[in-house]
């Protein structure tokens, strides 16, 4: 069974910092995807950024970048210059190809950006 | 292009009642998934639907829960006899039929409270 895991609860940080959200995943299939989402206070799903493992460059949208490293099966989000809208539950998931596109997702971790 | 659409998004029900969350597409998507989000957690799948027909509902509860997709109309999930554990947010997704990357898209939630 696929597993999802954010060792991270919470983090904190300053406004315009860059801060890293682990999370790590296990697996036995070769081709899969991976998604970070968003829940700010609204508690919208919003998706941030998606991977596809067979891909090896890392996926990039704007301020958000992720660092795949599919032998450590590792994937962790990079916000650079932090905003206050930033302020969210951010969610990583898995899906692998030949599925229902049902998604396993980690626990989360809540992330604060102060002013 | 309106997104999934969610009704109602607040909803509460006193135990042994029945709950009724509906979902409609985003326009020219075919696949439905919904989603249950208990307090402080990630969602978890429960079910995937196509029109008329349950694909995949590996995660719902073997009892008092139900979904289905007419061919009109939109996708509902079920609750009969409620109970307090049954409180939570449900999220449903859609996805269209050809490969979209594998991505789908949430709507807003509908949140349940059981008195």
């Known amino acids: 069974a696929q597993t999802v895991t954010q060792s991270q609860p919470e983090m904190s940080v300053q406004e315009a910092e860059t801060v890293t959200l682990s999370c790590t995943y296990d697996?036995?299939?070769?081709?899969?995807?991976l998604f970070w989402y968003k829940q700010p206070p609204s508690r919208q799903m919003i998706l941030v950024i998606r991977q596809e493992a067979y891909k090896q460059q890392n996926a990039t949208e704007n301020r958000f970048s992720v660092n795949f490293q599919k032998a450590a099966k590792s994937f962790s989000l990079k916000i650079s210059d932090s905003q206050l809208g930033d302020t969210a539950m951010y969610f990583c998931?898995?899906?692998?190809?030949?599925?229902?596109?049902?998604?396993?997702f980690g626990q989360g971790t809540r992330l604060t950006i102060n002013p | 292009n309106a997104g999934v659409m969610q009704n109602p998004r607040h909803l509460v029900r006193r135990r042994g009642q029945e709950a009724r969350l509906r979902c409609s597409p985003m326009k020219g998507h075919s696949h439905v998934y919904w989603y249950r989000q208990l307090p402080e957690e990630g969602l978890k799948f429960m079910v995937y639907?196509?029109?008329?027909?349950?694909?995949?509902e590996s995660g719902m509860p073997k009892e008092r829960f139900s979904a289905e997709f007419p061919k009109e109309g939109p996708s509902i999930l079920r609750i009969q006899q409620v109970v307090r554990g049954d409180s939570a947010a449900y999220f449903c997704a859609s996805s269209p039929q050809s490969d979209s990357g594998n991505t789908i898209y949430f709507g807003e939630g509908s949140w349940l409270t059981v008195v």
């Open positions: 639907l196509q029109k008329e027909n349950i694909i995949d």
């Open positions: 697996t036995s299939e070769s081709n899969y995807y």
């Open positions: 998931a898995f899906t692998y190809s030949q599925g229902a596109q049902k998604l396993v």
